[in-house]
């Protein structure tokens, strides 16, 4: 069985930081494309950022690029998502989610086919 579980959300104040962990077992995880999702109240899910199997390639979506990085460490198999300079526009469910065949860079949705549960991070002001 595949198992993928966040940690690291809860509440911070405006301009802080969190480091958000994914653990994965099950499955060879450095075979995996990883990603973090996230998803606001009333608002579809979005990717936040992806990684690629040995880490040397990255995405992220343009509006968070130099707030936020993505990185993994396949001896533990952990991805992490460093997020700085939190604001209230960044609260929502964040995902992680991992995709064994990866039809293209940056790996559409589609192709995750293991998500954990989420992790709630809330940025208050």
């Known amino acids: 069985q595949v198992l993928v579980v966040e940690s690291g959300g809860g509440l911070v104040q405006v301009g802080g930081s969190l480091r958000l962990s994914c653990a994965a077992s099950?499955?060879?995880?450095?075979?995996?494309?990883m990603g973090w999702f996230r998803q606001a109240p009333g608002k579809k899910r979005e990717i936040v950022a992806a990684i690629n199997r040995s880490g040397r390639r990255t995405f992220y979506t343009d509006s968070l690029k130099g707030r936020f990085t993505i990185s993994r460490d396949n001896a533990k198999n952990t991805v992490y998502l460093q997020m700085n300079s939190l604001n209230p526009d960044d609260t929502a469910v964040y995902y992680c989610?991992?995709?064994?065949?990866?039809?293209?860079?940056?790996?559409?949705?589609?192709?995750?086919?293991?998500w954990g549960q989420g992790t709630q991070v809330t940025v208050s002001s």
């Open positions: 989610a991992g995709a064994t065949v990866a039809s293209r860079w940056p790996t559409p949705e589609y192709d995750y086919d293991v």
């Open positions: 099950g499955r060879t995880f450095s075979s995996d494309v």
